[in-house]
């Protein structure tokens, strides 16, 4: 069964450092890889995905991961951040191929920005 | 855009109450999800349906249930609450296969006392 871990719990940045938020996987096969945000009061929003192909995938608001099947891991980069990233970050696994499968999430990490 | 809307915002119940979750979605989304949020835990899913009058149990399906008696609704009954139960419950929708995004509802955070 494929699960998801996110080793930080919490982080705190400095607006304009840089971010990168761990995610680790586990999957026999190449999953399906997400990064979802959940901002204070509001619902989830997908930030960006991964299925196959070039391993750096550009989502919204700037940010960006890579999937190295090596390490199994799917980390979220960000060059600058923003003070209203902070959030509620959570990656997410799916496997399979067919409208019957489930999206697995991991236990998030929650972002502090310092002004 | 898609709306995914959950019946209430904030629920107080008292143990051993049945209790009812609904979610309304207005895009005829194939495949409907209830997750339960606690911290620390992430989102963990109960209950999906990829069609109605179809379900599958998720990771923590005990001591819940589902409806999905018309294709926009996916209710989750809990058949007597326990205190346990307290949590955020998110509903969440999805037009077809895994490509596709989750659009999630705002949320119900239920109490059980």
């Known amino acids: 069964a494929q699960s998801v871990t996110q080793p930080d719990i919490h982080i705190t940045v400095s607006e304009g450092a840089s971010l990168e938020l761990r995610c680790n996987y586990s999957?026999?096969?190449?999953?399906?890889l997400f990064w979802y945000v959940q901002s204070p009061g509001q619902g989830l929003q997908l930030l960006l995905k991964y299925f196959s192909g070039d391993t750096l995938v550009q989502g919204i608001k700037g940010f960006e991961a890579e999937f190295k099947r090596s390490q199994s891991s799917f980390n979220l980069r960000k060059p600058s951040v923003h003070w209203s990233d902070a959030a509620e970050y959570f990656c997410?696994?799916?496997?399979?191929?067919?409208?019957?499968?489930?999206?697995?999430f991991g236990p998030g990490t929650s972002l502090s920005v310092i002004p | 855009d898609v709306k995914v809307t959950q019946s209430s915002r904030y629920l107080v119940k008292r143990t051993g109450e049945k209790v009812f979750l609904e979610c309304v979605q207005d895009?005829?989304?194939?495949?409907m999800f209830w997750y339960r949020q606690d911290p620390g835990l992430g989102l963990r899913l109960i209950y999906f349906s990829y069609d109605v009058k179809m379900k599958e149990k998720g990771d923590i399906p005990e001591g819940y249930s589902v409806s999905r008696e018309k294709k926009e609704r996916f209710s989750l009954i809990l058949e007597s609450a326990s205190t346990n139960q307290t949590s955020m419950y998110l509903c969440?929708?999805?037009?077809?296969?895994?490509?596709?995004?989750?659009?999630f509802g705002s949320g119900t955070q239920l109490s059980v006392l």
């Open positions: 969440a929708s999805r037009p077809g296969t895994l490509r596709e995004k989750l659009f």
């Open positions: 997410a696994v799916g496997a399979g191929r067919t409208s019957y499968d489930k999206v697995i």
């Open positions: 999957y026999g096969a190449t999953p399906y």
């Open positions: 895009m005829d989304h194939e495949n």
